[in-house]
Antibody, heavy 121, light 107 residues
Framework: QVQLVQSGAEVKKPGASVKVSCKASGYTFTGHNIHWVRQAPGQGLEWMGWINPHSDVTYYAQKFQGRVTMTRDTSISSAYIELSNLRPDDTAVYYC??????????????WGQGTLVTVSS | EIVLTQSPDFHSVTPKEKVTITCRASQSIGYSLHWFQQKPGQSPNLLIKYAYQSISGVPSRFSGSGSGTEFTLTIDSLEAEDAATYFCHQSTNLPWTFGQGTKVEIK
């Protein structure tokens, strides 16, 4: 079965960077885009961007350009998001999600369990 | 960027009641509108794809309709386990965006 397992919670100081991992299993990793979505405490969902694990092409939401980097390691079926110059308002649960293909392209049909990133001095 | 506006923000309903949540898009998005359910402490769960298409394993009391700029999620005969926040999401244009969410509480 499809699973996305993310790395554990992180606590960072303002100005630091954080890197969250997302290990995929149960499907061909290079066959589906991986998206990253975050959710601040008590707030809604915010889409951050995606990476195509096959081509390594990325797209970042304008809000995060210059601070976010999405990468992948196909040898271990893992995707990563790194966010730099952290601010307190970056405190959120960060989710990876797998996009469907063909008839389900454009849908986020599997999600990781989420990784809480806390930014505090 | 396409803005999705959900209404209402909050719904307090009794079991077996019918619930309707609306999602309006700031420009036409065809049918590329999807609905998620999120329970506290859990990841979002896809309920409906492409405005009205059902998802395997999702109870049939959940249905979607609409196209263009106005969409609706309907929960027929609400059950206690349906207490959650519901989000709409568009994948027509980059950046993808989400509605602000509608919290459904059971009276």
């Amino acid at each position: 079965q499809v699973q996305l397992v993310q790395s554990g919670a992180e606590v960072k100081k303002p100005g630091a960077s954080v890197k969250v991992s997302c290990k995929a299993s149960g499907y061909t990793f290079t066959g589906h885009n991986i998206h990253w979505v975050r959710q601040a405490p008590g707030q809604g969902l915010e889409w951050m961007g995606w990476i195509n694990p096959h081509s390594d092409v990325t797209y970042y939401a304008q809000k995060f350009q210059g601070r976010v980097t999405m990468t992948r390691d196909t040898s271990i079926s893992s995707a990563y998001i790194e966010l730099s110059n952290l601010r307190p308002d970056d405190t959120a649960v960060y989710y990876c999600s797998r996009e469907g293909t063909v008839t389900t392209a454009g849908t986020l049909n599997y999600w990781g369990q989420g990784t809480l990133v806390t930014v505090s001095s | 960027e396409i803005v999705l506006t959900q209404s209402p923000d909050f719904h307090s309903v009794t079991p077996k009641e019918k619930v309707t949540i609306t999602c309006r898009a700031s420009q036409s998005i065809g049918y590329s509108l999807h609905w998620f359910q999120q329970k506290p402490g859990q990841s979002p769960n896809l309920l409906i794809k492409y405005a009205y298409q059902s998802i395997s394993g999702v109870p049939s009391r959940f249905s979607g309709s609409g196209s263009g700029t106005e969409f609706t999620l309907t929960i027929d005969s609400l059950e206690a386990e349906d207490a959650a926040t519901y989000f709409c999401h568009q994948s027509t244009n980059l950046p993808w965006t989400f509605g602000q969410g509608t919290k459904v509480e059971i009276k």
